[in-house]
C-alpha cells in the first residue's frame, strides 16, 4: 500500500490539539467588517473547537495528523 496523502488545504486551515480534537480559524473575518458589530468581530477572534461531525471529515484529510 502507498502512502495516504495529506490534503494541503486541511493541514493549512486546521491544527490538532493534544487530545485530539481539531482546531480551526472562525469563518467571516476577512472583509465587510464595517457592517458587523462590535460583538461579532470579537467573538470571531482566535480559534475554535470544530464538532464531533466536522472533525471526522477532516481527520479524514489528515491520515497521519493524530
Known amino acids: 500500500m502507498p502512502k495516504m496523502k495529506t490534503k494541503s488545504a486541511a ?4 491544527s490538532m490539539t493534544a487530545t485530539g480534537k ?6 467571516g ?4 467588517m464595517i457592517k458587523r458589530s462590535t460583538k461579532f ?3 470571531v477572534t482566535g480559534t475554535m473547537i470544530l464538532s464531533d461531525a ?3 471529515i477532516v481527520k ?7
Open 11 to 14: 493541514k493549512k486551515r486546521f
Open 22 to 27: 481539531v482546531k480551526a480559524g472562525p469563518a
Open 29 to 32: 473575518k476577512r472583509h465587510g
Open 41 to 43: 468581530i470579537r467573538d
Open 54 to 56: 466536522d472533525a471526522k
Open 60 to 66: 479524514k484529510y489528515m491520515p497521519y495528523n493524530r
